[in-house]
């Protein structure tokens, strides 16, 4: 089959588009036929080496959509989409022809998605449903979500899906405007001593929970948040560490979740993309648009692109 792969880190030229051995399904395994592949930052990341745990050679990639061709007789031919922490790092992922994993590790494909839309959505909602999950939101819960990207916008459809009060914050004018687009009242933000008084304005008690997609909002959206709220956290600064102000965080009663979705694998996020796929067949979720559709031949190339900043959301097609 045909796959990019790299047996190296540290560099994009490591990645080549080659031949290898099409793998076969174990027992209580599937082999997918991928349809479409999601392309993430974190799969570029991987090739140059800021995963220390990954095994090489390897071939990349998380988020997929396709037919199961092999495993268990009710699996075979269903039209299904997966991603999880093996995937491109200590097991080959969907940046080929096929892919195998656990039969219990990939998920009904929602028939309202294209394959290039569900493989578009992996990381960015799983992500997402895990920080609203750990920081729970609920109905009626008042939450801030700052960042205009994949996971900012999955949180803020999968929070008003859950009936929660949304409220969204980006720094860039254009996210502004896009946010606003979907529906959503949008901060525009500009410097951090003055989120509090911003977040007070719409909500009189503050956040119950704030969902800082960017890394460097945490500080800042302590004195955003209600009496025992939580801030969620993806992201860092580069050195990874921040001035939080403690005395602020502990008076409040605050606490701060970190989520990281490599800390789940396939099956968990089989899960997860069931209870949240069942939301894009009720038309309770918007439909994913703008993809940049790509074949997999050019997929070095779109490393490329996303490596040097690119904003489209790629999908590498075999």
Known sequence: MKALQFDKTGDLSALRYVDVPTPVAGPDE???QIKAAGLNPSDVKNVLGRFPYTTLPRIP???FAGVVVEGPQALIGQEVWGTGRELGFFADGSHAQFVKLPANGVAHKPTHLSFA????????????????????????TR???IGGGAVGTAALALAKVRGAEVLAAARRPEQVKELQA????TLQLDKPEDLGAQVHAVYAKGAEVIFDTTGFWLPASVAALAAFGRIAIIAAPVDGHVQLPALGLYRK??????????LYGVQACAVMLEQFGQFFDQDLLPLPQGLVESPLAEGVERYGE???GGGDKIILLP
Do not use: H
Not at 117 to 140: C, H, I, K, M
Not at 182 to 185: A, D, E, I, K, R
């Open 61 to 63: 990639g998380r988020d």
């Open 306 to 308: 996303v490596n040097s």
């Open 182 to 185: 979907l529906g959503y009242q």
């Open 30 to 32: 599937v082999l997918v």
């Open 143 to 145: 939450l801030l979500v």
């Open 117 to 140: 839309q569900a493989a578009s959505l992996g990381v960015p909602f799983t992500t997402a449903w895990d920080a609203l999950e750990r920081s729970r939101v609920l109905a009626g």
């Open 253 to 262: 009663g605050g606490s701060v979740v970190g989520i990281n979705s490599l």
